[in-house]
């Protein structure tokens, strides 16, 4: 899906200047009554994290998540023209993204889930991003998430974040023809196995969802 710095850096600059515009943002009185966050339709929806899955402070970015078509996913990288062309060689079918951010505290998670016409294509799709994430940072091995999986600690997610997360932790897996990308970013120190935790929240989802 070729979506780790460049999609996680431009969330975290939206997130905090965003302020207000995050769905479910509280008004600032206690005891306001807390409304209920559902993220906008989708038929993958189900299949990320939810508002409630996410520790607290954390709310998502409504105007960043939903249905996203191949050019979307594409736009996340910095070659978008040969991500399309490689997604659509692998047979990409459709995929969903998700974003929360913290405002006060600059963590932000991203989740994305693409589903691939088959596992093959899934498997190339995914296999080419775990290598190239590993330019990026420190590879680090993921157990017990699905058919395949990886993990990498990138550090600063880019020069052009403004400010930069001080950690970024990405892990990506695959469960047949469907792969995820779980990234998330603070201005300390995150820690991997929470990440990994989260992803297998995701994972135990998605499989209850095809139940």
């Given at each position: 899906?070729?979506?780790a710095a460049r999609?996680?850096?431009?969330?975290?600059?939206?997130?905090?200047?965003?302020g207000g515009a995050l769905?479910?943002?509280?008004?600032g009185?206690?005891?306001?009554?807390?409304?209920?966050?559902?993220?906008?339709?989708?038929?993958?929806?189900?299949q990320?994290?939810?508002?409630?899955?996410?520790p607290?402070?954390?709310?998502?970015?409504?105007?960043?998540t939903?249905?996203?078509?191949?050019s979307?996913?594409?736009?996340?990288?910095?070659?978008s023209?040969?991500?399309?062309?490689?997604?659509?060689?692998?047979?990409?079918?459709?995929a969903?993204?998700?974003?929360?951010g913290?405002?006060?505290?600059?963590r932000?998670i991203?989740?994305?889930?693409?589903?691939?016409?088959?596992?093959?294509?899934?498997?190339e799709?995914l296999?080419?991003?775990?290598?190239?994430?590993?330019?990026?940072?420190?590879?680090?091995?993921?157990?017990?998430?699905?058919?395949?999986?990886?993990?990498?600690?990138?550090?600063?997610?880019?020069?052009?974040?403004?400010?930069a997360?001080?950690?970024?932790?990405t892990?990506?897996?695959?469960?047949?023809a469907t792969?995820?990308?779980?990234?998330?970013?603070?201005?300390g120190?995150v820690?991997?196995?929470?990440?990994?935790?989260?992803?297998?929240?995701?994972l135990?989802?998605?499989t209850?969802?095809?139940?």
């Open positions: 899906m070729r979506t999609l996680t850096a431009a969330v975290l600059a939206a997130c905090l200047a965003a769905g479910g943002c509280a008004s009185d206690d005891d306001a009554p807390v409304v209920a966050v559902t993220l906008p339709p989708g038929s993958l929806a189900a990320v994290l939810q508002p409630d899955d996410v607290d402070g954390l709310v998502p970015l409504l105007a960043q939903g249905k996203a078509d191949i979307r996913i594409a736009g996340f990288s910095s070659d023209t040969a991500a399309e062309a490689s997604l659509r060689e692998h047979g990409f079918d459709e969903y993204v998700v974003q929360y913290d405002p006060k505290s600059g932000y991203v989740n994305v889930v693409a589903k691939f016409d088959t596992v093959d294509g899934a498997t799709d296999t080419a991003d775990l290598e190239s994430a590993r330019a990026t940072g420190t590879p680090f091995p993921v157990t017990g998430l699905g058919d395949q999986a990886g993990g990498v600690r990138a550090g600063t997610a880019s020069p052009s974040a403004s400010p997360p001080d950690d970024l932790v892990v990506r897996w695959r469960v047949g792969t995820w990308l779980l990234a998330v970013g603070a201005p120190t820690e991997q196995d929470a990440v990994v935790q989260l992803a297998q929240i995701v135990k989802r998605a209850d969802e095809k139940k």
